[in-house]
């Protein structure tokens, strides 16, 4: 990557890491209909991850900047291991194809098989590799590339808050 895209990158990071305001915003609810290297075959929905953080990761094989960022996500998924994290890499491709890259590109996280990029297209994924970080509520609290993942974005996606209930609501409740 030369120097101008490494900076239009960390200028669109830092864009949409600073420029929120207000609540983050929930994850689409898509599901994925088969799972690799997961205790479960497939996702019906991201809400039944609930509880744990979910950092999803839209990558491919043939893609050599998501190839590059492997070792890092491994990393990060290893260092929060045994904690209320899942790390979820999703791809549009198909099981053959992902099976033969994974013999020679050890992956710790779970495979998502997008088939037909319906979680892929709801998350409004135009270019890869792109990470979501998603809190134990369902919502999106960062957005950015892999390269740029921190523990520490990860950390505040489990020390996220529950979302505030609205006084209106609250009243309105039986």
Request: with cysteine; glycine share 6%; proline share 9%.
């Amino acid at each position: 990557m030369n120097a101008r895209a490494a900076a239009l990158l960390l200028l669109t990071a830092l864009a949409t890491a600073c420029g929120r305001k207000g609540p983050a915003p929930l994850a689409p609810d898509v599901g994925l209909p088969e799972l690799l290297q997961s205790p479960r075959a497939s996702l019906p929905a991201l809400s039944s991850l609930r509880g744990q953080a979910v950092v999803i990761d839209f990558w491919a094989t043939w893609c050599p900047a998501c190839v590059e960022t492997l070792p890092h996500m491994n990393k990060l998924a290893k260092k929060f291991a045994g904690r209320p994290v899942v790390f979820l890499s999703v791809t549009d491709e198909d099981r053959a194809t992902v099976q033969d890259f994974l013999r020679t590109h050890p992956m710790r996280p779970w495979i998502g098989l997008d088939e037909g990029a319906r979680m892929t297209q709801a998350f409004g994924v135009r270019e890869i590799p792109q990470t979501f970080v998603l809190d134990a509520y369902g919502r999106v609290q960062h957005k950015l590339s892999p390269s740029f993942l921190y523990a520490s974005d990860i950390q505040d996606a489990l020390d996220a808050r529950p979302p505030a209930v609205s006084t209106s609501a609250a009243r309105a409740a039986p």
